[in-house]
């Protein structure tokens, strides 16, 4: 029996209803809301392990609950939306979501779509955990940036910053090699797994995200590739 359970945030109560009737089907877990306010109330007191979230609510739209959930943590999100429109699918993905599906869907789609992510998500998270296990002995130290790897923490200048989990993947990526130019394809790869298909300006965001928190932090673009951390003293301390 699958013991993930799933938000299911949408106004429309025949599709809420409808996707929770299959996902109960597939025994997942499930809550339904119709705003983003009472998901964000959930996600305070006791928060599920995916959600589903329709873009357009009433209120906090999808997108700002997206970017909220986004600046605290990482969980797998899968965004629904009536707009068939790029932009809105790239805005959905840059904002952390990690799939975007138009209405009207497919139920059983969903559920397809709903085990690829989690199952990429939590094998993704596994691989993550072992590696900071396998190299729990060694901190990572760049100029004035410090990462606890076995403690998954990170701290500038001496002071702690709260950091996501693709946040922590990144800077930790990053300050391995100092001075290194990765492409955004090899971040993708890396923070996402090889099988994200979302858009490479993901990594935009994650970058920006990274930097609201550190300001001072030394990440350089790489123009027409990618980013690198720089290091004036060239190998890490």
Request: net charge negative.
């Amino acid at each position: 029996m699958n013991a993930y359970r799933i938000a299911v945030v949408d106004d429309d109560l025949h599709i809420r209803n409808l996707v929770e009737a299959y996902l109960v089907r597939e025994n997942y877990e499930t809550i339904g809301l119709g705003t983003a306010e009472e998901a964000l109330e959930l996600w305070r007191s006791d928060p599920p392990d995916m959600w589903v979230l329709d873009i357009m609510l009433p209120g906090m739209d999808g997108y700002e609950f997206c970017r909220t959930i986004r600046r605290e943590a990482e969980v797998p999100i899968i965004m629904i939306s009536a707009r068939d429109n790029e932009v809105d699918k790239i805005m959905g993905l840059e904002l952390g979501g990690d799939d975007y599906m138009v209405k009207p869907f497919s139920p059983r789609e969903l559920v397809a779509r709903v085990k690829r992510q989690l199952q990429r998500w939590y094998k993704l998270k596994a691989e993550d955990e072992a590696a900071s296990h396998d190299h729990a002995s060694a901190d990572i130290v760049v100029g004035e940036l410090r990462l606890s790897i076995e403690e998954r923490r990170v701290f500038w200048e001496g002071a702690e910053v709260e950091i996501t989990l693709k946040e922590f993947a990144l800077l930790q990526t990053l300050s391995q090699h100092p001075n290194r130019a990765f492409s955004r394809d090899d971040l993708l790869a890396i923070v996402w797994g090889d099988d994200y298909f979302g858009s490479d300006r993901a990594v935009d965001h994650l970058v920006k995200r990274v930097r609201k928190k550190i300001m001072q932090l030394p990440v350089e673009a790489v123009w027409g590739h990618g980013y690198r951390l720089r290091h004036e003293g060239g190998e890490r301390g």
